[in-house]
């Protein structure tokens, strides 16, 4: 009898590698995943789509958001091509004045987290070494914002107004391993002209079809600013919906929220209080290994770490190598003794020492080393 090399292929092949995974409604904890500090509107491990009119003010929103997240100690990128670094300096300090931020070196030293590139060269580089970049760029940032996608487009000679094609080979080269690998990844778009596109990024529909959430951006009167409201929202477990919405005041660079303050409270406390006991049980804990042992996903880890010390709950001590952590109070789940959320994420007072992860912190400057627990 002849056996065909059809059927031995068939029989090499084992059984369990197309048996899939079984569905399991208890395997994901059922608590929302927190909003990015900064970006009310984003979440870690999600590509978040901003589109609006051209000179709106969508860059120095995300600047804005930026500056947040650095004064609680988050590393971020900021890849830019129409705001270029010069530009991109002299906005920061406008915000620190709009802020009553005093400009010295402490505040440098909070702000050197967020880090200005060159959106031309480093798309091209990264696209011709793209096993590199999913490597790298997750281990120095969090929150990664392109600005804006046509320079994109431009500069790696792909057409994102006609071809879907082109646009899925920038999305999974670059963009899908940065969100697989935990990174919030947001993308600042043009509307087109047309009236039924003024909600919605130009050109490609393959730019809606990909982006976890899409937002998009209008302007605002009295008081003047910037409307944002979200039109899609892909994980079950973001803190907000549909139809959600904030406003962007121009004048004061305060980003607030326009929808129920029931849905801009939530915390990640069940993270929050496994850190808490960990941190109460072993002081001088650095915030890689509270991440090991309260288990999860990373990123949520450390955020629910940074909202314990937001919330002042624990003292981070910046002396030595490492940050180390000491509790203030104990958090529980409960709510027993948690302070109010304020609408906008606090910038901590005094604040010298907000846990950030330590592989993220490879960068130059004064980033300190990693922490080799890690």
């Known amino acids: 009898m002849t056996v065909s090399a059809a059927h031995l292929e068939e029989e090499l092949v084992e059984p369990a590698a197309f048996d899939g995974e079984p569905l399991d409604p208890l395997a994901t904890p059922a608590e929302r995943d927190p909003a990015v500090p900064g970006f009310p509107f984003a979440l870690a491990g999600a590509c978040t789509q901003i589109s609006g009119p051209t000179g709106a003010g969508r860059s120095t929103l995300a600047e804005v958001g930026l500056y947040d997240g650095a004064k609680i100690g988050l590393h971020s990128a900021y890849l830019g091509s129409e705001v270029q670094l010069e530009e991109f300096n002299a906005r920061g300090r406008d915000i620190a004045r709009r802020r009553g931020d005093k400009l010295d070196d402490e505040l440098r ?46 500069a ?54 990909r982006a976890d959430i899409t937002v998009h951006a209008a302007h605002a009167s009295n008081p003047e600013g910037l409307k944002l409201t979200i039109d899609k929202v892909r994980p079950v477990r973001a803190p907000f919906r549909r139809g959600d919405a904030w406003l962007f005041t121009r004048a004061t660079l305060e980003l607030t929220s326009l929808t129920a303050a029931d849905r801009q409270s939530w915390r990640p406390t069940t993270l929050m209080e496994k850190a808490s006991r960990a941190i109460e049980e072993t002081p001088g804990l650095t915030a890689t290994k509270i991440a090991q042992l309260i288990g999860g996903k990373r990123a949520h880890a450390l955020q629910a770490v940074s909202f314990l ?36 994420f606090p910038v901590p007072v005094a604040d010298t020492g907000t846990p950030v992860p330590p592989s993220l912190r490879r960068g130059t400057g004064t980033a300190p080393p990693e922490d080799p627990g890690e």
Not at 138 to 146: D, E, G, I, Q
Not at 186 to 191: P, S
Not at 317 to 331: A, C
Request: charged content about 25%.
């Open 309 to 344: 010390v937001s919330d002042g709950f624990v003292h981070v001590d910046p002396d030595g190598r490492y940050p180390t952590h000491k509790s203030i109070e104990p958090y529980r789940a409960s709510g027993t003794g948690t302070p109010s959320i304020p609408d906008r």
């Open 156 to 209: 790696l000679g792909l057409d994102f107004d006609t071809a879907n094609s082109d646009y899925d080979r920038f999305y999974d080269r670059l963009v899908q391993p940065l969100v697989n690998a935990g990174v919030s990844v947001v993308l600042l778009d043009n509307i087109g002209h047309a009236i039924d596109a003024r909600t919605r990024a130009r050109g490609a529909s393959a730019k809606g079809a």
């Open 109 to 154: 030293r909070q702000l050197a987290v967020v880090r200005y590139l060159d959106l031309a060269s480093t798309v091209t580089v990264a696209s011709r070494k793209p096993d590199e970049w999913a490597d790298q760029i997750p281990r120095k940032f969090v929150t990664v914002v392109f600005d804006p996608l046509a320079a994109v487009a431009s």
